[in-house]
């Protein structure tokens, strides 16, 4: 079964911005610690952000810190990672996954977990 499902993703220009949604299928994910990776043709995937499953703390990756903004709508069963300013370079397919371990350690190898979506892609391009 597909326990995550992302969509949002699309053609941008540069500079512009994307909320991406990861809803959960079949559970909740308030029962566990979120994050949302990327992965960009012939490159490794890498971590993003995460949301914590208990007060709802959100840590990023050093490198991506400022741009990207990761929330948790309860009622909706569904994480969102806003991207603003966005630059080619950030092309790439965008998917979420869990449990992370998320806290302050949080970083771009940070391991995604048993359970990932399919993604949504996000292509950047004037």
């Known amino acids: 079964q597909v326990l995550f499902v992302e969509s949002g993703g699309g053609l941008v220009q540069p500079g512009g911005s994307l909320r991406l949604s990861c809803a959960g299928s079949?559970?909740?994910?308030?029962?566990?610690?979120i994050g949302w990776f990327r992965q960009a043709p012939g490159k490794e995937h890498e971590a993003i952000a995460c949301i914590s499953k208990d007060d709802g703390s959100a840590y990023y990756v050093d490198s991506l810190k400022g741009r990207f903004t990761i929330s948790r709508d309860s009622a909706k069963n569904t994480v969102y990672l806003r991207i603003d300013s966005l630059k080619p370079e950030d092309t790439a397919l965008y998917y979420c996954?869990?449990?992370?371990?998320?806290?302050?350690?949080?970083?771009?190898?940070?391991?995604?977990?048993?359970?990932w979506g399919q993604g949504t892609q996000v292509t950047v391009s004037s």
């Open positions: 996954a869990g449990p992370v371990a998320c806290n302050e350690n949080f970083n771009v190898g940070s391991q995604r977990g048993p359970r």
């Open positions: 079949g559970f909740t994910l308030d029962y566990y610690e």
